[in-house]
């Protein structure tokens, strides 16, 4: 690992951010961040954001951009918000508001 980013408490379903980073899972930066532009899911530009935080995060160490690559990206289930809702004969139905915890690590292409 060269450089990481890590953004806690997204509030994205887990679920749905899994759905894009297994898009740009194992891929260099540039190519990645060209999907995450096209992707059409609303987590990609949460996930765009925290890309962009490693590639800052790598170039403070004086790495070059064209050099990394996506060595390590992993949503992990942050805590839940309960609410609830209105139901039918005066009851209450619970509602589950996820968050994620995203984790970004870049490490150098080998050549």
Request: hydrophobic share 40%; with cysteine; charged share 25%.
């Amino acid at each position: 690992m060269i450089a990481h980013a890590t953004c806690r408490y997204l509030r994205v379903s887990p679920v749905k951010v899994r759905q894009v980073i297994d898009l740009i899972r194992g891929k260099d930066v540039a190519a990645s961040q060209a999907i995450l532009t096209h992707v059409t899911k609303g987590s990609g530009k949460c996930i765009g954001k925290v890309l962009h935080s490693a590639i800052s995060n790598a170039k403070q160490k004086g790495l070059i951009e064209e050099q990394l690559f996506i060595s390590k990206i992993v949503a992990d289930q942050g805590p839940a918000w309960k609410r609830y809702r209105a139901a039918s004969f005066g009851r209450a139905a619970p509602i589950k508001k996820r968050t994620t915890h995203l984790t970004i690590e870049l490490d150098l292409k080998t050549q």
